[in-house]
């Protein structure tokens, strides 16, 4: 090993992906492959250049890992990316194979240990959109990460071409990184979040609620003659997976906007509150639902400039009565997000392992049935040449770790919103994903446009 690598042990929300690749057989399960391509004509070698200073500015792209001496999994920055950066011709190709190529591209593997975590590669596509590919490991960078970097790139070649401002100095990925190992080293802060989640666990047993309705548990508790079962095992073997897009149109999607700053309430509040209802709806009116909802970790400068991978998973569980108001449950949500929020340095999956232990579930046992997130828009008009369009586009690596995985992210033609079901093919189908979008899109309206209605009378009435 060179001596003047400098190596740092991994931060919990690392450990959870390592995890995550270690227990599946297909290694692409941490690939996140996307593209930001523009519609006007780019100079490639300008683009080019603009990536490769882009590189230079965001350590967590030439982030490499390796064992040390105990076997342990460490990381290291390299000081200088030498890489060529590919050109890919689309421009002849059909939209719909071009797509394919890049699922392909996106479902290879990186090797894991002294290796490139991220490829780039530039792309001209059929509809006559220029810009990039990037695929990215997710022990490296989450979405929001991703956005950067890309935005970063846009905004180098922008400055280049257009003599647009150039940008302000990314953050220090190793920086914060080092804080979060200060924070992980048993601190004062860390300690008060374990005393938090240990009483959250304590103070009573979630309740497993089911996309597909009460069956699920219902079997189990026959199988196992225990009738107040609260856990169930919904987990799929096979790791194979697609993912599905179902567009709501600019206009509906702004009434959401809108609802959301007329009450001050988080876009991603909104979307756990309908998809938390519809999940009671299908269980038999059960109040008590618990969602996994992912919590990005940045809040400081730092936090939101210095890449990496910030997510933490933790569960948003609310108990919501069928006499409580849609508005009421928001609320109840609201506050569950701060408390997360408050004590989400915390590792997640040591406080799964204390649920877990502390309720006596078997393994593969859980109460949350699909995880959440909510992207914002990715890049503004000041980033980019006025009046011209840009897309950006998520792709499948074929292959997820749970069931169901919700993203909704806003569409940058249109600002409309795209609900994205990343799912596995045995556990759930197109069907089943289509219905679940259709009872979704009706509940969140019927309560956005009757915000004082009762949760019963919105089940009834969807």
């Given at each position: 090993m060179n001596e003047e690598r400098k190596l740092y042990p991994l931060v919990n929300s690392q450990k959870l992906h390592y995890f995550t690749v270690s227990h599946c057989s297909k290694k692409q399960v941490l690939n996140i492959g996307t593209s930001l391509t523009i519609e006007i004509d780019i100079d490639f070698n300008l683009l080019k250049e603009s990536i490769y200073e882009a590189y230079g500015r965001c350590e967590c792209m030439r982030l490499r890992f390796c064992k040390n001496e105990n076997g342990e999994v460490m990381q290291y920055v390299i000081p200088k990316e030498e890489r060529d950066i590919q050109f890919f011709e689309f421009s002849h190709w059909k939209m719909e194979d071009a797509v394919n190529e890049m699922k392909k591209w996106t479902s290879v593997p990186f090797e894991r240990f002294d290796s490139p975590m991220n490829k780039v590669i530039m792309i001209s596509m059929p509809?006559?959109?220029?810009?990039?590919?990037?695929?990215?490991?997710?022990?490296?960078?989450?979405?929001?990460?991703?956005?950067?970097?890309?935005?970063?790139?846009?905004?180098?070649?922008?400055?280049?071409?257009?003599?647009?401002?150039?940008?302000?100095?990314?953050?220090?990925?190793?920086?914060?990184?080092?804080?979060?190992?200060?924070?992980?080293?048993?601190?004062?802060?860390?300690?008060?979040?374990?005393?938090?989640?240990?009483?959250?666990?304590?103070?009573?047993?979630?309740?497993?609620?089911?996309?597909?309705?009460?069956?699920?548990?219902?079997?189990?508790?026959?199988?196992?003659?225990?009738?107040?079962?609260?856990?169930?095992?919904?987990?799929?073997?096979?790791?194979?997976?697609?993912?599905?897009?179902?567009?709501?149109?600019?206009?509906?999607?702004?009434?959401?906007?809108?609802?959301?700053?007329?009450y001050n309430i988080p876009m991603a509040t909104l979307l756990l509150m309908a998809l938390r209802t519809y999940l009671q709806k299908v269980n038999n009116n059960e109040p008590d639902v618990s969602i996994q909802n992912t919590v990005s970790r940045r809040?400081?400068?730092?936090?939101?400039?210095?890449?990496?991978?910030?997510?933490?998973?933790?569960?948003?569980?609310?108990?919501?009565?069928?006499?409580?108001?849609?508005?009421?449950?928001?609320?109840?949500?609201?506050?569950?997000?701060?408390?997360?929020?408050?004590?989400?340095?915390?590792?997640?999956?040591?406080?799964?392992?204390?649920?877990?232990?502390?309720?006596?579930?078997?393994?593969?046992?859980?109460?949350?049935?699909?995880?959440?997130?909510?992207?914002?828009?990715?890049l503004r008009a000041k980033e980019v040449p006025e009046n011209v369009r840009y897309k950006s586009e998520w792709y499948s690596n074929g292959v997820a770790a749970q069931n169901a995985y919700l993203t909704v992210m806003h569409r940058s033609l249109d600002n409309g919103l795209d609900f994205c079901f990343e799912y596995k093919k045995d556990a759930l189908s197109y069907n089943d994903l289509e219905k679940i979008y259709y009872f979704l899109t009706r509940i969140i309206f019927e309560g956005v446009n009757n915000p004082n209605k009762k949760i019963a009378q919105i089940i009834s009435d969807t």
């Open positions: 509809d006559g959109f220029k810009g990039v590919y990037l695929l990215v490991d997710h022990m490296t960078m989450d979405a929001q990460a991703v956005v950067l970097f890309l935005k970063d790139v846009i905004q180098i070649y922008c400055s280049k071409k257009y003599n647009f401002e150039y940008p302000k100095p990314l953050e220090s990925y190793i920086k914060a990184l080092e804080k979060d190992l200060q924070y992980e080293n048993n601190s004062k802060s860390s300690q008060k979040d374990r005393e938090y989640w240990k009483k959250l666990i304590e103070s009573s047993e979630p309740m497993y609620t089911d996309l597909k309705g009460e069956r699920t548990l219902e079997q189990q508790r026959k199988e196992k003659n225990n009738p107040n079962l609260r856990a169930a095992k919904c987990g799929i073997e096979s790791c194979d997976a697609d993912i599905v897009r179902f567009h709501l149109e600019p206009q509906p999607s702004d009434v959401l906007v809108k609802f959301c700053e007329n809040a400081t400068l730092l936090e939101k400039n210095s890449g990496g991978t910030r997510v933490h998973f933790f569960p948003c569980r609310t108990i919501v009565y069928p006499e409580e108001t849609f508005l009421d449950g928001c609320r109840k949500i609201q506050e569950a997000q701060i408390s997360t929020f408050r004590h989400s340095n915390y590792n997640p999956i040591e406080f799964m392992g204390e649920r877990s232990k502390y309720y006596k579930n078997n393994n593969g046992e859980t109460y949350e049935p699909i995880s959440l997130t909510y992207q914002p828009l990715s």
